[in-house]
């Protein structure tokens, strides 16, 4: 008995001898296989809090909104009411719109509180409670406008106020104390909220502690694999920078491709207009003018003979007139001839003084007394700049008044537009559609000139631009 009591016992020390040694030898892997199930389920634990957190933040965020839209409204209640006063006592119509827009702001605010109320947030007491203080606070618009209505000398337009109401006045200070009461609940529920946020904090502070030992084993561990992908990511991000700049560089040279093709195209378009302009000036020109010397050569002949034929001949003469004036009208868009023939100091003054005769405009100019010598394409630069923002200001500003200056300094010449309109937005500047900002933008930086556009102060819109001027012969300059 005794000897089967020994072998069991050599068997039972023999088993928790290999035991032992099987756990020495996997300790490693077992430490790891623990470290890897606590962080999971630390992690878990800690998205959890995060998540609790999230949502109790997000309801006291949402009951203290409420609780400030609630004291809007009671705010804008009692405004209401002081307003009616006011209409009592003053008897002006001012008053009473004034009264309308209160009710209007004060039901887009209950529209607004009533998508909280009515959305499964709010319990059915205090959704019964709000409905009861919309209710009364829309009869209280509806008494306030019949009051009004009934007290006016003549028929008020309260229709902004919608539908009015004859019952008696209602309890102000039901309303109020209403509305306080649902505050304090909101109050009381973000008070709540953020309690049970800080006490998730905590335990997930613990948590994060706990996580963080962990963490110093599991990196001390995993340096080795860390350090063999960092020098792989610092690799791959050479890469990336490599290709950033084959990117920019490709795009840096479409983008002088683009400009020197919106040059281009601009050269061809002014090209265009100057032959265009040549033909209709000397083919047109003569056409018509020896029409009207013929017309005019029959009319004296048939003038006594045949006065009907006559008449008929008048209007003619007439509508040949128009033709010119219309031919000279294209040919000066396309090429103006006060450019070319007196420069760009009289062909600005022209062009404004033309503008401001049309818009009613008051002038402010600020040119050289003399004309400049510029080169033909800067001419034309400025001159499509200050035509283009005189075309905007009489199209969109609603200016009276326009001023615009020419200066030429060392190796520049500079051009001011400004008026007294609307003033350009922000948002004007920042749309790709506006084709007639984006023209001046690319004519003036084809010549390596600054293009500057800005709302005035305290209105209006400003443009300046400087372009270079390699033949500039700085002139004596006088305001005009």
């Known amino acids: 008995m005794s000897d089967m009591q020994n072998v069991s016992n050599g068997q039972h020390a023999g088993a928790a001898a290999r035991l032992s040694a099987w756990m020495r030898n996997r300790s490693w892997a077992i430490a790891m296989t623990v470290a890897i199930v606590i962080t999971v389920g630390g992690l878990v634990i800690l998205e959890t809090a995060r998540e609790r957190i999230a949502a109790e933040y997000e309801t006291a965020l949402e009951a203290r909104d409420v609780t400030v839209q609630l004291s809007m409204l009671a705010s804008q209640v009692a405004h209401l009411s002081a307003q009616q006063d006011r209409f009592l006592l003053t008897k002006q119509d001012a008053a009473a719109r004034d009264f309308c827009a209160t009710a209007a702001r004060i039901r887009q605010s209950g529209r607004q509180l009533t998508g909280f109320y009515h959305g499964g947030k709010a319990d059915s007491a205090e959704s019964a409670s709000f409905a009861q203080v919309a209710a009364l606070i829309e009869a209280r ?62 335990i997930s502070t613990l948590c994060a502690a706990g996580l963080s030992a962990l963490n110093i084993v599991l990196f001390i561990l995993l340096f080795r ?88 001949l008048k209007r003619a003469l007439a509508n040949l007139d128009q033709g010119i004036a219309l031919k000279r009208r294209i040919i000066e868009d396309m090429r103006p001839t006060v450019l070319a023939n007196f420069g760009l100091v009289t062909a600005l003054r022209t062009l404004a003084d033309e503008a401001a005769q049309r818009n009613n405009w008051t002038l402010d100019l600020h040119l050289p007394a003399d004309d400049i010598q ?49 003033g350009i937005t922000p948002a004007d500047l920042k749309r790709t559609h506006t084709h007639g900002l984006l023209g001046m933008r690319q004519r003036v930086a084809a010549h390596g000139g600054r293009f500057d556009i800005r709302r005035g102060v305290p209105n209006g819109t400003d443009i300046h631009v400087v372009m270079p001027n390699a033949s500039a012969a700085a002139p004596s300059k006088t305001s005009v």
């Open 225 to 312: 694999n860390l350090g063999i992908q960092i020098d792989r990511q610092a690799r791959v991000q050479r890469q990336l920078i490599t290709q950033q700049e084959e990117l920019d560089q490709l795009v840096n040279e479409r983008t002088r491709q683009l400009e020197a093709l919106g040059w281009h195209l601009q050269a061809v378009s002014e090209n265009e207009k100057t032959q265009l302009a040549r033909e209709l000036h000397d083919e047109l020109g003569a056409i018509l003018t020896a029409s009207k010397m013929d017309v005019a050569w029959a009319n004296r002949k048939l003038k006594n003979s045949e006065p009907d034929v006559s008449e008929k």
């Open 374 to 422: 510029l080169d033909e394409q800067t001419e034309i630069a400025l001159f499509r700049v200050a035509q283009e923002s005189l075309t905007n200001a009489a199209k969109y500003a609603r200016a009276s008044k326009v001023s615009i200056a020419l200066q030429v300094g060392d190796g520049e010449v500079a051009l001011h537009i400004a008026d007294n309109g609307v």
């Open 141 to 202: 618009i509806g008494a306030g406008a019949a009051a009004m209505q009934q007290v006016a000398a003549h028929a008020l337009d309260l229709s902004a106020c919608g539908s009015t109401s004859k019952a008696g006045a209602v309890d102000a200070s039901l309303i109020d104390s209403t509305l306080t009461l649902l505050r304090d609940n909101e109050e009381r529920r973000a008070q709540h909220a953020l309690a049970a946020s800080r006490a998730d904090q905590r």
